[in-house]
């Protein structure tokens, strides 16, 4: 294991500079099949379930890797084959539900703000009101590729009132942003270990409403990404059906711990938005531009535009931070030449004001001046 001390501080939206002890909590061997993990699993289930407020109504599938592994396992097996899928974008993330709806057969239709603006309550109720064969809307709860913020609350609650089926990707929010299943409408709510749980890549994880979770056997596209199949065998056996990712689990429930002494949601919350607003005060002082109006910033990213200064190139801004212990995110952009900070992790003021310092050397070293 490497020093934490000589690690690049990861600026993304995941995965993250995780903590010391939830990376030693991966240096123990842990049994699949055993009594122990079982209960680890289960263990993390619940703490899921209680975080969004949801023992009562959803149960929780977590499937093997990436958080796009259990989007596309979650739609697989939620959506049926017949079914047509309204997809609201506003960057790749959503773009890339399309794709993967496209890949399994799957019927949408799409509403594209392309990177600047969130879709509106307004426009989902007429696609909804004007096609009555849409049975399920995708939405991205943060839409990382820029840094915006959806609204979500709005959104649902249309949903509800025209009696079709949420499915939110919360990749880069849920920890951080409130969720609470008693308030917010949704049938499935998707998450993964790397993101503002702050633990480490190797899973992702479906909040699902129980009834609908018990119609879908048979949809599933994929053996290996049907959380119906996955479901039923945890709930038989208390394992996972194949390998599970032992060590990933265990630093997860760690990060779990973690994420409850901070206080929890707001506690996150707090330190991400105080994170972003240093950040972004920061970079504007030194005349940096945002991607995006203040209304609509997300906690969790923001998207600058690359300078236009003759002096200015991204690689090389990129490699001089990385020398000095930070590391940043390309843009994701399909109109603008871009980068992105995130500020999820184990960032604290010390590490924002180390980035302030080492963005303001590397313009030096490439002569860089934005206020000319």
């Known amino acids: 294991m490497r020093n934490e001390t000589v690690d690049p501080y990861l600026l993304t939206p ?72 309204l997809v609201l974008m506003n960057g790749a993330y959503g773009q890339r539900i399309g794709k993967s ?22 426009e989902v109720a007429e696609a909804l009101a004007a096609d009555s064969a ?35 990707d919360a990749m880069s929010a849920f920890g951080a942003l409130p969720v609470d299943a008693g308030e917010l409408e949704f049938d499935a709510l998707i998450s993964a270990a790397n993101k503002c749980i702050e633990g480490v890549p190797g899973f992702g994880y479906a909040l699902i409403r129980r009834p609908i979770l018990e119609g ?34 265990a630093a997860f429930l760690q990060a779990l711990r973690e994420h409850e002494a901070e206080g929890g949601v707001a506690g996150r919350l707090a330190r991400y938005t105080r994170n972003r607003d240093r950040t972004v005060a920061g970079l504007r002082d030194l005349g940096f531009r945002t991607l995006l109006e203040d209304r609509w910033f ?21 490699d001089r931070l990385k020398a000095k212990g930070y590391i940043i995110y390309p843009g994701k952009l ?10 999820i992790g184990q960032l604290h003021d010390v590490q924002i004001d180390g980035l302030l310092a080492a963005v303001t050397e590397t313009l030096d070293e490439l ?3 934005l206020h000319l």
Request: charged share 20%; aromatic share 10%; proline share 6%.
């Open 298 to 318: 997300s906690p969790v990213i923001t998207t600058f535009l690359s300078p236009t200064h003759a002096n200015f190139d991204f690689r090389s801004f990129y």
């Open 367 to 369: 002569q860089v001046d």
């Open 101 to 122: 709806l496209s890949y399994m057969g799957r019927g949408y239709v799409a509403i594209d703000k392309g990177d600047y603006a969130p879709p509106s309550p307004e």
């Open 14 to 85: 995941g995965p993250i500079t995780t903590s010391l002890t939830t990376k030693q909590a991966m240096l123990h061997d842990w049994g699949s099949w055993d009594a122990d993990f079982n209960a680890m699993t289960g263990e993390l289930c619940r703490r899921l379930l209680a975080l969004a407020n949801a023992e009562d109504s959803h149960v929780c599938v977590p499937v093997q890797g990436s958080g796009s592994f259990a989007v596309e396992a979650t739609l697989g097996t939620l959506v049926p084959r017949d079914g047509k899928v």
């Open 334 to 343: 399909t109109q603008a030449e871009s980068f992105r900070i995130g500020h």
């Open 216 to 249: 879908a056997e048979g949809n599933a596209h994929s053996l290996c990404l049907d959380l119906y199949d996955q479901w039923r065998y945890m709930e038989r056996t208390g394992q996972w059906r194949f390998t599970p990712p032992t060590h990933v689990v």
């Open 134 to 168: 849409i049975s399920h809307v995708a939405l991205v709860f943060c839409e990382t590729s820029s840094g915006i913020l959806n609204p979500v609350a709005e959104i649902a609650e249309v949903v509800k009132a025209a009696g079709r089926s949420l499915i939110i």
